[in-house]
């Protein structure tokens, strides 16, 4: 394998590459948000510096069901987002997230730094109920419910397309081979071409566990805001830096 | 949280970093290296260069890890090609597949461990040590050994090479999907305490799988096996070629 074939390699193993390369394009991407009110004190820790949380305390916890995605297959993820500023413009900053499959999981974290790791989250309708669950190592982490489309999204379907087109973040960390941070950036990215197929809200609630390596219980409930249920087509592409605490630090 | 101490995180997420800072010790950790004869045009293709192949002889390990620091208990499967860099007889580790997210994403981004997830497990099952690969639900790899045939008759101290330079080739994207790391990278296992070591017979079978292509270094001929009980540790690594600065 010659320099030219390793720098045009999208990823490792050389031998056949976790994840090509982007854009990704999601089919029918059902996504199920429980909004909820938690410690304002806490929150403040869980967000790093210059991103600012929301004054309200927000937090959205996530299930999305992923079918089908170019590169990445047929796969489920659960998570919590911050809304947060920065430099004073509305951001979400993904705060963790759990998924069943490697390819968007080596991808995730080594493109944009999205926070991923290893369970098994589900979304299903069971009778009447919209069901989130997500298991950890063994062990259930999470259960959300909401109605099943119990009432039409306000705005309908064009209110939430321009919603998703919202600035999202991660913090991007990967180390050097000697153990010392080689990137640690704050990442930014939008979603384009984007296609809401059907959006609807109801009431929702939430059980998060304590649980040391998925730890989406240590920002508390304190109370439920409410639930949204969208599926969309949509296209993730790559993104942009917005802050560099390497380069920051060197001054 | 404070610059600073983003800066001080080993790894993402924030709130629950996936791995602690290195080096990571390793206890009872159990191989059964199948060595068998292969395509040399094949695996001379799979080495990046300028690593130079060796010989006609390549290798598929399982590795039992019951107690890995910052990691856990889980298993693995290797594809390794021996190889020279600058003269010095190193083993190119190819492909991966582990079980358990901390080693996978430490692996792929500290060292470059080329892992992904499949489902390895080395047992004993009455008279074999087997080995079995799952990647996607399909079984791709099976190997097996006779269990410790030469128990007290031999010294296979020299054979095992655990101290051997291992080399990677690390690849990791910028956010705009150009690369930001293309390194080889090379690891030394340090305080390397061997508790027994068994050769033996052996066979193995790799099926296609375009996701998981063991298979595409073919096996013409098992040579042998190589069952080692050892405690070891993991260090971090070393720099051997920058791709970005030639």
Redesign the interface.
Known sequence: ???EQ??N????????P?YP??PYRFVDREYMIITYETDHDLLR??????LVPNVDGHVLYEWIRMPDSSGFGDYTESGLVIPCTFNGEPINFT???YLD???P??AG??????????ALPKIEVASDTLTGTLQYAGQLVAMGTMGFKYQVAPGGVQATAQGMTKTQC??????D???S?????L?A?NLTDITVKGSWISPARLQLIPH????VA?LPIKRIIGGKHFIADLTLP????LFD??K??AG | ????D??A????????P?FP??PYRFSNRQYMILSYKSDVKAMR?????PLELVGDTVSVQWLDLPDGEGFGAYSAVA?IIPCTFRGEECNFV???YVD??PP??GG?????Y????GKASLHVNGDTLIGTLEYAKQQVATGSMVYKHDTFTRDHSVDLHLDRTQIT?????D???K?????L?GINFTDIAVKGAWAGRARLELTPA????LS?LPVYETVGGLQIVTDMTLP????LHD??A?
């Open positions: 394998m010659t320099p390793i720098l390699l999208p990823s490792m193993p050389a031998a056949s976790s390369m982007g820790q869980a967000v790093p510096e210059p705060a963790q997230m499959d490697e390819p999981i080596s974290r080594e493109i944009w730094g999205f926070p991923k790791k290893y991660n913090l991007k960390i990967i180390p081979v000697d153990g941070p080689k990137i640690c950036q990442v990215y040391v390596n998925a730890p240590d790559h993104g942009r830096v605490y390497v920051d630090q | 949280m404070k610059k600073a983003v800066l995180l080993p790894s993402m997420p924030l709130q629950s996936t800072r290195g293709e799979a080495l990046p260069e594809q190819s492909q991966m358990n997210t996978l994403a792929r981004e500290i060292w470059g080329p892992m992904k997830n080739l690390k690849l990791i994207p956010i705009n999907g690369p930001a790391i293309a390194q990278v375009v996701n998981c292509p595409d971090y690594g070393r720099v791709y970005l030639h």
